[in-house]
């Protein structure tokens, strides 16, 4: 086989290699970049690069962020007595899109799942323990996915938390249960928080 | 509920066939190996996604095709119609489609269509191991109650992970661990505890139908029982909390050779159903006639407890259980079958005249599969 273009097959191959793209998308994809205006590709291409140059993990909660510590963590109006415990940084974008939360975050990064290989130390659970220490923390919401591993890891760092004189409560009624939090409607990620439950 | 009709691509033996059937009693007849049983199979696969002979989807696949779809039209006991498609393809897996819309979890669609199957197996529910008899109250309950299903399959997931734990603890001979795995059995405990509970429930009320399943059948059982005693103690469980609290215990007596052995020793996955008749063990005593009449009578008896629960008479699925059965006890089965509370059956059997009279001038009760088949595509 031969190609008429090295360069379209080479964009092709690196647009499938994103998720939930298989070679048909990726075709279209390239098809569709090849009518783009350059400018309009320049933007394209430098917005990929500034994902990987400028934004790093904030320090303190550990999500995705272009200054450190991130806008949240550093804003004034926030509770930050309060601390939504999170698996990735997309949660954090979905609770925020629910207006309904004033308090800080922190990633954890995932959570604790043997098949995958990741136990309870290559997560944030450590620096979490950090911030309830070092802090005037009264409350935390576990805010992981109603999942086992979310359950198990809810289960494992509500135990850590015990000794702590502080309220620990888990998001729990409203999301479909196997529900995944990143896809959660705003209504209904707003009612379970509201309706979080002490664990 | 009613399978009005059904098309199959790349199904087993079936390269593309299009089969209707009666709302009542249908016999479907031809020599072996023409794929009768595949018919049943393939309804089943409508009915709660996947096969009862097989938990393979590769092996139903037409050998060399590259998919295989199943279409099936049913209608409800309140005129209802419901159109289910399921497509495989190696590599994507199964979608289920119901009317036209895309169902993500098979566990959203399982219970809408009640089935029950009666098969030459059956005997292996009272005389085969403990797994029988957990897949036989298992599947009734998950057609029943979406919950239950729901538990079933967290249940499994947090199995599978407590005994990775386990194992990797016992692979790198590392510690113990300890709050990890308490993390694993509070939920284990949690979804173990609601099923062995939702399973007492299920005993209670199934003892009663399965008396009246025998009573129907004939005198050559009697006095069944039927005891259900979880996480193998003689301890009355009460409500959940109870359960709860027993299961923690058993837990952490086993804590040791857990973690010698690298397997979760306890819980729902590890609990027997026990079957008594006469008062007598019927896995040690029973004779082969008695299990295949057991089996009979616990099929029926499901059938009544999916009518009681889902409201909907289920499907019965016979895949070749007359040719094992006498004369006697063929018209005595036929005429249950008639009897107005039985929905649907789809029977299948190597020769049709094994019915003798019984089938009467019904004539449309029964499908050649090889006439049918050529007619219909
Ligand atoms: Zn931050």
């Known amino acids: 086989m031969q190609f008429t273009s090295e360069s379209v097959e080479t964009l092709v191959e690196q647009f499938s290699r994103l998720p939930t793209i298989g070679r048909k998308t990726a075709r279209r994809l390239v098809a569709f970049v090849l009518k783009m205006p350059r400018d309009q590709v320049e933007l394209l291409a430098s917005a990929l690069i500034a994902v990987k140059d400028r934004v790093i993990h904030c320090s303190n909660c550990f999500t995705v962020t272009d200054t450190d510590p991130c806008p949240i963590c550093s804003s004034a109006k926030r509770d930050s007595t309060t601390i939504c415990v999170v698996e990735e940084p997309g949660d954090v974008t979905a609770i925020e899109r629910t207006h309904g939360y004033n308090g800080v975050y922190h990633v954890l990064g995932g959570v604790i799942s043997p098949l995958d290989g990741i136990g309870p130390e290559d997560l944030r659970i450590r620096e979490l323990l950090a911030r309830v220490q070092n802090s005037s923390i009264t409350e935390v919401i576990l805010g992981v996915n109603p999942n086992v591993e979310g359950d198990t890891t809810a289960y494992y760092i509500s135990e850590l938390l015990r000794p702590f004189d502080i309220q620990i409560s888990r998001l729990a009624r409203g999301i479909p249960i196997g529900g995944n939090l990143e896809f959660t409607d705003e209504a209904t990620l707003g009612r379970a928080l509201e309706s979080r439950v002490a664990v | ?377």
């Open chain 2, 1 to 377: 509920m009613v399978i009005k009709r059904i098309s199959l691509k790349q199904f087993r033996a079936h390269e593309e066939s299009v089969l209707a059937f009666h709302p009542g009693l249908n016999i479907i007849s031809g020599p072996n190996g023409t794929g009768k049983t595949n018919i049943l199979e393939a309804v089943h696969y409508l009915c709660l996604t996947k096969s009862f002979l097989t938990s393979n989807d590769r092996y139903v696949l037409r050998h060399g095709a590259p998919f295989f779809e199943i279409i099936g039209d049913f209608e409800s006991s309140t005129g209802q119609s419901l159109v289910v498609r399921i497509a495989f393809l190696p590599g994507e897996g199964k979608k289920i489609f119901v009317n036209g819309v895309h169902v993500p979890r098979a566990s959203d669609f399982v219970g809408r269509i009640p089935v029950v199957v009666f098969s030459p197996d059956d005997y292996v529910i009272t005389a085969g191991g403990p797994e029988e008899r957990r897949r036989f109250i298992d599947t009734i309950i998950s057609q029943s109650s979406r919950i239950y299903l729901d538990d079933l399959i967290r249940y499994r997931r947090t199995l599978k992970q407590r005994n990775e734990l386990l194992q990797s603890i016992k692979r790198r001979r590392g510690p113990m661990h300890s709050e990890q795995i308490s993390s694993w059995s509070r939920e284990l405990v949690d979804i173990g505890s609601r099923i062995i509970h939702s399973r007492l429930l299920f005993i209670e009320r199934f003892s009663r139908l399965l008396d009246e399943a025998c009573r129907r059948i004939g005198s050559e059982i009697e006095e069944p029982r039927i005891f259900y005693r979880p996480l193998s103690g003689d301890a009355k469980l009460g409500d959940v909390e109870e359960i709860k609290e027993v299961f923690s215990n058993v837990l952490q007596k086993c804590a040791h050779r857990e973690w010698e052995r690298g397997l979760t020793l306890a819980g729902p996955h590890r609990d027997d159903l026990h079957f008594e008749l006469d008062g007598m063990p019927v896995r040690r005593f029973a004779s082969q006639g008695q299990h295949r009449t057991f089996g009979l009578a616990l099929k029926l008896a499901q059938y009544s407890f999916l009518l009681e629960t889902v409201e909907e008479p289920p499907l019965l699925l016979l895949d070749d259980v007359f040719d094992n059965l006498d004369h006697t006890r063929i018209g005595l089965f036929f005429s249950i079958l008639h009897e107005s509370e039985m929905g649907q059956s789809l029977i299948t059997a190597a020769r049709k005249d094994i019915f003798g009279e019984l089938l009467g001038e019904n004539s449309d009760h029964h499908l050649d599969i090889r006439e049918t088949i050529a007619s219909e595509v």
